[in-house]
Structures are given as C-alpha cells and as structure tokens.
C-alpha cells in the first residue's frame, strides 16, 4: 500500500492570513485528488490533478502537483472562517491495484 | 440527483455483538466502496465493487468483515463480532469513472463499540 503523509497535521490561523498544505510520497501517482471534509459529512471533491507541474486554481485555492507526481500542494489565500475543515489527499497509483490512498488528512481551522 | 445514501447513522453495540450498514449508491453508479474512518485519520478503503463484483478486497479484515452488492446497485458491510477497534465512521462512496472519477460518498454511520 503506497503510503501518503500530509502536513502539518493541525493547523489554526486567523481569517485573512495565507496558508499552504502539503501532500507527499516516495511513490509515483497516476492522479492527486484533493477532499474537504466537515465534521458528520462525508468528504468532498475539491479538485483533481493528473499531469506533473500542473497547477490548477479553485477561486481562493491553488492546487499543485509535482513535476515527478510524487507530492502536491495546496494554498489557499486569504483563508476565510468557511474554509474549516479537514483537507484530504488521495493518490491513484498507475495501475489502480491499491484503490484510491488517503493521507490522515490536515486539519484546518480558521478563526475569525 | 440524490447522492449516496448510508443507514444508520450512528450505531452503538457492545464488543463481539454484530452490526450492518447499508449503502445506496449514486443511480449509474457502477463502482462503490466502503472507506473505515477512525477519528483523526484518512478513510482506509475496506473494499471496491465493480458492479457486483469485488475489485479490491485486500484491507478488508475477513475473519470478521464482510461486503456484497449483489444486484450491483446497494451494498451492505458487516461486521461479525465487533471488537473495540472497530470504532468508527464507515463512509460508502460511489463513482461512475472508477478510480480516475470523482468519489462521491455519504454522510457515514458513525459506529461506537463499547
């Protein structure tokens, strides 16, 4: 099972302060995909990224992956109250055969 | 569209008793998983169907899980007898792509073994 370590784990920032999470690996992903879960929900597709260095923009969110698919990255700018929640990353390996790999996850709460 | 649908929501048994949970996936949906979520991590995948058959069962602890998703549409996991570690939140997911697809999952039933 490919292993994916997010980081930090925890973090508390003030609205309006910039953030970046990160998400890596020693194995190669075929494609990264980035959750938002809120407490007693299930999670939810923020973005997906396939190809190496791609970056990809969600509103306040900047989502990156690395040039050899082995980590990504997520800023958000400017973090809003509403962005609380744990985000979560998912690697797809090349020939699927160990499902879709979540990190723990990092926790993320934004106060006002 | 409604999205995927999980019962119970919550669930509270003592250890070695047995508990289900029934998922309803997302109509089309040909791929549905079920994801073990113990507070503070990641989903860990417990298995995949592919329509009615399994594709992944690799982490499912078989001597006391088990899964099926006969008719391909809905899908139930036991659990045969409960130990404490199994406390947790089972999540159901569907997607229409598979893997390269947006997973789509339920609300969750949050399981406590006492």
């Known amino acids: 099972t490919q292993l994916l370590e997010q980081s930090p784990q925890f973090l508390s920032i003030q609205e309006g302060e910039n953030l970046t999470v990160y998400c890596n690996s020693s194995s190669v992903f075929s494609s990264l995909q980035w959750y938002r879960q809120e407490p007693g929900e299930g999670p939810v597709l923020l973005v997906t990224v396939v190809t190496g260095g791609e970056v990809k923009k969600l509103k306040r969110l900047t989502f990156q992956f690395g040039d050899a698919r082995k980590d990504s990255s997520l800023h958000i700018t400017a973090a809003q109250p509403g962005d609380t929640g744990l985000y979560l990353c998912?690697?797809?390996?090349?020939?699927?055969?160990?499902?879709?790999?979540f990190g723990k996850g990092t926790h993320l709460i934004i106060q006002p | 569209e409604a999205g995927v649908a999980q019962s119970p929501r919550y669930k509270i048994i003592e250890k070695r008793q047995s508990v289900a949970f029934w998922c309803n996936p997302i109509s089309g949906h040909a791929t549905l998983y079920w994801y073990q979520q113990i507070l503070g991590q990641g989903p860990k995948l417990l298995i995949q169907?592919?329509?009615?058959?399994?594709?992944?069962d690799s982490q499912l602890p078989k001597d006391r899980f088990s899964a099926e998703r006969l008719k391909g549409v809905d899908s139930t996991l036991k659990i045969q007898p409960a130990k404490l570690e199994d406390s947790a939140v089972y999540l159901c997911?569907?997607?229409?792509?598979?893997?390269?697809?947006?997973?789509?999952f339920g609300e969750g039933s949050r399981l406590t073994v006492l």
């Open positions: 169907f592919q329509n009615n058959g399994v594709v992944d």
């Open positions: 998912a690697g797809v390996s090349g020939g699927g055969a160990d499902g879709l790999t």
């Open positions: 997911a569907s997607s229409f792509l598979g893997l390269t697809g947006e997973l789509f």
